[in-house]
Nanobody, 129 residues
Framework: QVQLVESGGEQVQPGGSLRLSCAAS????????MGWFRQAPGKEREFVAA????????YYADSVIGRFTISRDNAKNTVYLQMNSLKPEDTAVYYC??????????????????????WGQGTQVTVSS
């Protein structure tokens, strides 16, 4: 059974930084995509960032380009999301997502929820002074 466990969410002031971690167990996600999504109160879950394990290719939502960086540690089967210059609108529950389906280029240019089939329980990020 595949499990994804997120950690690192907390409250931070605007302009601050956080690093989220997602540890995968039960399977090796090497060669497969992993990503981060987020859901703010009253809003639908949205894509944030994704990384392809095999070649390190990354994808980002426009709203986080230049501020967030996704990376992975293959040896630890862990993916990270470094978040800098945080804004109040970044407040959300952040979910880690994975899939055991081989990577294929995304028709829309970025992955969607349907491209992933394993999800973590989420970690709360609150950006507030």
């Amino acid at each position: 059974q595949v499990q994804l466990v997120e950690s690192g969410g907390e409250q931070v002031q605007p302009g601050g930084s956080l690093r989220l971690s997602c540890a995968a167990s039960g399977s090796t996600f090497s060669s497969y995509p992993m990503g981060w999504f987020r859901q703010a109160p009253g809003k639908e879950r949205e894509f944030v960032a994704a990384i392809i394990w095999s070649n390190g290719r990354t994808y980002y939502a426009d709203s986080v380009i230049g501020r967030f960086t996704i990376s992975r540690d293959n040896a630890k089967n862990t993916v990270y999301l470094q978040m800098n210059s945080l804004k109040p609108e970044d407040t959300a529950v952040y979910y880690c997502a994975g899939t055991l389906r081989p990577y294929a280029p995304y028709s829309s240019g970025r992955p969607k929820e349907a491209d992933f089939d394993c999800w973590g329980q989420g970690t709360q990020v609150t950006v507030s002074s």
